[in-house]
């Protein structure tokens, strides 16, 4: 299993950007999919997860009506799409297949003026 995420940068406060897991190794269309998020001194954390079929999706309080997690099971990948972007949203994220308990490497996400 292989999750490769990208998209991260810096952003300004109340600016967008989308994130990308590219995955392989296992049959992605039947699993669902999570994305995390580790702030600097934090503990790791759940961010949204999807189903297999995209059909549902679960958010943190705290990422509600900005973030939006999508997937293409043609292309094996996940997305997150990230509005109105605040300080507090800077972390590294990583997409996770729960199934196998397997990470990327994580991409640098830094909402800052």
């Known amino acids: 299993v292989q999750l490769v995420e990208s998209g991260g940068g810096l952003v300004q406060p109340g600016g967008s950007l989308r994130l990308s897991c590219a995955a392989s190794g296992f049959t992605f269309s039947f699993y669902g999919m999570d994305w995390y998020r580790q702030a600097p001194g934090k503990e790791r954390e759940l961010v949204v997860g999807?189903?297999?079929?995209?059909?549902?999706?679960e958010y943190a309080d705290s990422v509600k009506g900005r973030f939006t997690i999508s997937r293409d099971n043609a292309k094996n990948t996940v997305y997150l799409q990230m509005n109105s972007l605040k300080p507090e949203d800077t972390a590294v994220y990583y997409c996770n297949a729960p199934s196998f308990g397997s990470w990327g490497q994580g991409t640098q996400v830094t909402v800052s003026s």
């Open positions: 999807i189903s297999s079929t995209g059909g549902s999706a």
